[in-house]
């Protein structure tokens, strides 16, 4: 281990002392953190996010992993780490945990996700101004669990849009917003981030497809979703 990481892993002991556990479990938050940091960056970089809007989180155990409100993801440290537990109570952490927190654990606690990824991408938040679910506009909608639907608006941060959102997600692996943007959770950091990236890229297809004067896009019939569905889940290397 390099002395500046070294130095880092200090640092997090200390920001995280009277809540995150010492010894290999530590270790295993304080990497969680920092690939937390990195895919939240990742939706900055590539365009899903502007400035701090969206939120990221992961889950190590019982202990959930979330960005802080209001605090740009380049500058995030290891001490800024902030876990809170199941029902949001405050684990470890200076920081104020991000505003869409009733959003991120409703997920947790309705399915077996491991990391959550809510961006304000700009083509999905425009689908979701204008239909009540995605069109099957590609097969990789059976990545998804089928047509990617919309929760009805609600203010950010209520249990109110937390609630639209699950019912959304129901045999779903990401949803939309209304007037608001996107939600998608996986069994890792990089899964939850390929699926909103995904949906993002379906959403401009389907935008760019139905621009086209005189025409309409063909659509997947729900058979041929559940088709590619099933392909895709052998879809990879396996080691």
Request: proline share 5%.
């Amino acid at each position: 281990m390099t002395e500046q990481r070294q130095e880092q892993r200090q640092e997090h002991g200390r920001g995280t002392a009277d809540g995150a556990a010492d010894g290999a479990a530590g270790e295993e938050i304080a990497r969680a953190w920092d690939e937390l940091v990195a895919t939240a960056c990742r939706t900055v970089t590539d365009g899903l996010v502007v400035g701090t809007s969206g939120n990221v989180s992961v889950r190590v155990g019982d202990t959930v992993l979330v960005t802080p409100s209001g605090v740009a993801y380049d500058r995030l440290r290891p001490a800024d780490a902030v876990g809170v537990d199941l029902d949001g109570k405050r684990l470890f952490g200076t920081l104020g945990p991000t505003s869409e927190l009733p959003m991120h654990l409703e997920i947790y606690r309705a399915t077996g996700a491991r990391a959550v990824v809510h961006t304000h991408a700009v083509h999905a938040t425009a689908v979701s101004t204008l239909v009540p679910e995605l069109p099957a506009v590609h097969y990789m909608t059976g990545a998804l669990g089928g047509p990617v639907r919309v929760a009805p608006y609600a203010l950010y941060g209520t249990d109110e849009l937390a609630a639209h959102m699950l019912h959304a997600l129901r045999d779903r692996t990401a949803c939309l917003l209304q007037n608001h943007g996107t939600v998608a959770y996986g069994d890792t950091l990089t899964q939850a981030y390929d699926r909103t990236a995904q949906l993002e890229w379906m959403c401009q297809l389907w935008l760019t497809a139905s621009a086209v004067p005189g025409l309409t896009p063909s659509l997947l019939s729900p058979a041929q979703v559940v088709e590619a569905g099933g392909k895709l889940k052998n879809y990879g290397q396996r080691t």
